[in-house]
Each structure stands twice: as structure tokens, then as C-alpha cells.
């Protein structure tokens, strides 16, 4: 396997007729190359291509690459050195032009090229049996030329293993500074003092959160530094790729969206940017034409490019992608601010492994106040469910750095902030054109640079605010454009997993996703692996979380207590509806399961509303021993959603070791000390599995 993957690429390095482009067309392997040996100016790598997709998986260099690599690359370099010297048939065929003084020409230009792969070899290399091995070859030869060659070699690894590691601490000391002197509203990230006349529905209908508050904070607002305290101390590259920041907006308010270039301009380093490409999808506000124009003549490093007509999230994207010409970019989103140091992390990753796509952790700017703080949860995977709704999951333990601010594997970004290699961008093929609009995006180009051969992390030391909104304050043309999308996402890249999807989503199966060959070709061609493959590496854990399967429920059907033969009943399937007695439907002889008495007590061990196949993402939610029930959001956590359904027909919420009691005559269900005489906490499930249910209460006396 590894011998194959060797023998393509050696094969790839000897190819000599490739075109000598720009350098954007660098493979990882010269990037890598060239970071490590800084002073390499002319481009001897140029040729040094791996096919894509087969580029081999370099260790991050601060370590000793592990044995099998430094073999790799060893053969690799060694195969290189000698192949001028050795020269085949497409250098030297009957046909060929090349006179004899040209193929010296080429054969000293060779030489410099060796002098700097080999100086890089030795850097990577303490293997002295390889390198021994690479001598003899060199002296078999038998050329002064050769012997001359060598010894400058010699000469320059002595200079190049003096000079100090090629990493530094990016922060900007005076800016970290400035910033800390900040005072006034919403500064340091603090929450704005709203009064009631600034919570009206105007303020939040335009953006979806309140924009009177973005525009009284300032454009160049501090935000509190709230990485993990590792991250002060680390060094990156001092060779970092740049990057074209892209950012993409449909009618932005102007506070936020200029909020947003500030805090990329003023936190990132200067020569890191080579530009920030504003993409308008189509807006109409007056303020986003001349006046955004005219505002951002003062930063000659931002473009505007706007589309003719609306394209949707996902082509306004590749748009700005399109014309990029920085080495790594950036997408953001137009409400966003930028933490300090927040570009370095993530272009260290890249140049470390160009098919890495980093995404840095999105911080909360509250909609209603701009107070600015970590997600719940702070650093988690991407993952999701099996209607296609992104999660997120705990990191696993086997996962798990000594350092928590290290970057981790994650198996699906959570959509717009992300740095990939721009190469590798389109290598991959971009974004597939074929989604409409909005959604699924982020799955297609997750389960891509996972399936073809690249990897994805988050990083925990760059950090960037996102305005979560309130509510989507357009209107997104086309309204099936996302199940369409993820139907083609499932129908590309998830094999035979897409079934899960259709069985909780029955309406997909049927829908046309428009024509994918394109899409299924650029998937064969990168020889990409499969989505089994993807769920037993990658996403591994995710099942843990989100079975494709769902395992039996332990009890399911109407809920009916043994003293006044009511029912439990909910009148409404949403957050914060109480839970009430009412005449059992079932009694009323109405039929079907589509009423509010059908609950199921499911693997999770929680109690949600819905039959079995069918539940509602609502559960029996209690927050002390005399608190009502009542329906709230599904957390899936255990806590305080977490019930044991007892050999005495109690509801017992462990948590606040208290059962679900009910008064016939208010209709009132309720948290009570438990009293297992008491009939009115007594309850019958229409269905138990007592197989499941044995093996909830295993650990239960009762
Ligand atoms: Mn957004």
C-alpha cells in the first residue's frame, strides 16, 4: 500500500515536462519544504508534485517524523537526487533536442536543486543508515562535481542546524495594549445596558438582532481574551502562508459588517492579509453601495465584488473564492469579530499539512446586548443527527490533548468560518455548484476533505465572535433549496447511510436533487474513501450520540395514572408547554397517535413526546421536587431530563430524588416527595420492552 502510494509519487517527482506555474500550484510537500528551509529562494521544488489526493501524511515538524514517514520522505528525496544523474528515457529520448551543453546546464541546476533538498533532508533526517545509504550512492558516481556538491552540503546543514527554529510569537504586543485601554460601551466584550426602548421589535428586524446596540458600540471594540492561558505562550511559523479573507453578505447592517473587516484588520498580522474580498449577494440597502464604497477606500486591502443577481450563501462564496489570490482563504461571516491572534493558529496548520481546513471556535456575540462569551460547552466536535441537524458532541477521551488548547479532530464543521489552502479548495472541487442557496455546504465539504484525503480541526486558540441571530430577517427564495441539498450531500458522499436519513425523512427519498454525476466523478477521481470509512475514523463517537439505529424504547403509548384513570397530556409540542391530566384519549375512542398523549420513554432515558418512531425533540423536564413538569427542549444530557420508570409504577426523577405526582381535580402533574402508597404517583405506560426497562432500573432497588 505504502509502496504503491511511494512508487506514483516517485514516479510524479521524475515527470518533467509539468507545467512551471505560479506558485499557488505548490503542493503541501513544497510548502512544507520551503517553510522549513526558509533560505531556499529560487523554486528548485517547483517540480516536486504529488498527485492530489496522494500527498503523503508529513507528522507536524516540531516532532521527529515517526519512522514509516522519514522513510518516505527519505526514498522519496533519495529517488529525486539521482534521478538527473540516471537519466530515463523521457529525458533523453531519440527524439529529444537537449544538446549536450544544455543537459549540463540542467544537470548544474540539478545540483543546486539537490543542495537544498538534501539540506533538507538532513534537517529532517537524524536516520545516518539512509543517509549513509544516499553517500555511497553520490561517491559511486564517481563525479568531483558530485564530491564538490556534497561538501557544500555538508557546509550548509552545519549553518542551517545553528540557526534557531523557525517559530515566533505572533501576538501584537501594542495592539493587545491598546485594546485593554478601552473603555465604553460594549467594550471588553461586556454586554451593552439595554433599556426597554432598545429592546423594540425595529432594532431586531432588519438583521435579526439588534442593530440600535451594534451601532453604539464601536467599530474597534476590545473583546476579553479568552482563550485557554496556553495560547499566550505558543509559536507558530514565522513562514505563514497569507490569506484572502472572504466575507460574504446579503443586506448586513453597516455597524456589523464594518465591525467585522475592523476587527480582521486591527487582530491580524499585516503582511498575513493579502486581502479581504467583501462578496454582496444582491443587496438593496442603500448603505451597502456607495457609502460602503466610499468607506472602504481607505483600506486598500479590501475589494468589493458584488452578484448580479441573489446567488444564494453558497455561490456568492465561491464567487469571492473564485477571485482570491492569497495563498489560504479565509471565509467568514458578515457579523463577526475577529479575537486577538486569532489568524497565526490556523495558517500554522495549514502549512503544516496544506490539506488540513481549520475552523477557528465561534464565540456568542449576544443579539440583544453584543455581550461577547463562549459557546456552552466551549470546545466540542461537529457531528449530526440523522435528520441532518448539526450537533455538537464532547470531545471522547482518546481524543483528548495534555494541552486542551491543541487543535482537535473534528468530523463536520459548524458552516461558515473556516481557512483552507486555496489550492487544495479547488482541488476538492470548491463547493458543490448544485446546492441552492443555503445548507448542507458545510456536510459536503466536511465529509470531502475527510473522505479524499485532507483533515479537518478546530482550533482552540483562534477564536471568533459570531452573532447568532434571533431569528433569519429575509426571506430565503426557493424554501425546498435545503432539503434538496442535503438529499444530494447524503446521495454523493454517504453511501448507504443516506438510508438512515430517508427512514426519519421519508420526503427526501423522492425529491430530486438535480443531476450529481459531476459530483460522483470528482469523487472517483480523488479516489476518496467511503462513508463507512469516514464513520469508523472519523466519526466515530458520533453514534454514541446520535445512533443511526435508534434503540427500542423502554416504554411508549399513553401515560395513565392508576388513581383517577387521567391521562398525561401535553396541548402543545413546544418548549415550556406544562404537562396536564386530561380524559385519556384512548377512553374517548379517537384513534391514531397524532394527539398529546403519546410519549415515549426511549434509549436515551428520557421522556419525549411522539411515538417511538416519531418523537418530538421536546422531553419531561423538572428542575426540582416540587417544580411542575413540564416540556422543554431535549438536551439528550441526562440531568434533569433524566427519569426512571420504577417497578412500582412511580416516575422517578433522580436528580432531585423526588416522582411525578398529579391532583385529579386542578389536573395538575407535579414534582412530590415520593410516597410509593400514593396511587396519584402511580402510572401505566400503554407499551414496556421489559427487557429495556430491566436494564434502565438495573442499578434500582425499587
Ligand atoms: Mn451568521
Known sequence: MKGIDLHVWMWSGLEDKRPRTKSRNHTGLMKRLNTFCPTTTHSPLDSVSPPGGRSPPLSPPQSLPPPATALRLSLLLHHRLFAPLEPGPERFSPGSSASFPAVMRRRQKRLLQLSALALCALLFLPNVGLWALYRDRVFDTGSTENTAALDRLEALNVAAVREAPPRIDWHDYDAIKWDAARSGNGEQGKAFPLSDADRVDQAYRENGFNIYVSDRISLNRSLPDIRHHNCGQKLYWEKLPNSSVIIPFHNEGWSSLLRTVHSVLNRSPPQLIHEVILVDDFSDKEHLKGALEEYMQRFPKVRILRTKKREGLIRTRLLGAAAASGQVITFLDSHCEANVNWLPPLLDRIATNRKTIVCPMIDVIDHDHFGYETQAGDAMRGAFDWEMYYKRIPIPPELQHDDPSEPFESPVMAGGLFAVDRSWFWELGGYDTGLEIWGGEQYEISFKVWMCGGRMEDVPCSRVGHIYRKYVPYKVPGGVSLARNL????????????????????????????????????????????FR????????????????????????????????????????????????????????????????????????????AGDPLHTKKVCFDAVSHNSPVTLYDCHGMKGNQLWRYRKDLSLFHPVSSSCIDSSPTERRVFMNTCDPQSQSQHWVFERTNATVLDHFNRDDPH
Not at 446521495?491 to 438512515?500: C, P, R, T
Not at 384519549?585 to 391514531?592: C, L
Open 487 to 530: 438529499k444530494r450531500v447524503a446521495e454523493v458522499w454517504m453511501d448507504e447511510y443516506a438510508e438512515y436519513i430517508y427512514q426519519r425523512r421519508p420526503e427526501y427519498r423522492h425529491l430530486s436533487a438535480g443531476d450529481m454525476t459531476g459530483q460522483k466523478e470528482l469523487r472517483a477521481k480523488l479516489n476518496c474513501k467511503n
Open 533 to 608: 470509512w469516514f464513520m469508523k475514523e472519523v466519526a466515530w463517537d458520533l453514534p454514541k450520540h446520535y445512533p443511526p439505529v435508534e434503540p427500542p424504547a423502554a416504554a411508549w403509548g399513553e401515560i395513565r395514572n392508576v388513581a383517577s384513570g387521567l391521562c398525561l397530556e401535553t396541548k402543545h409540542l413546544v418548549s415550556g408547554s406544562p404537562i396536564r391530566l386530561d380524559t385519556c384519549v384512548r377512553g374517548r375512542a379517537e384513534t391514531g397517535w397524532g394527539h398529546g398523549q403519546v410519549f415515549t420513554f426511549g434509549w436515551r432515558e428520557d421522556i419525549r
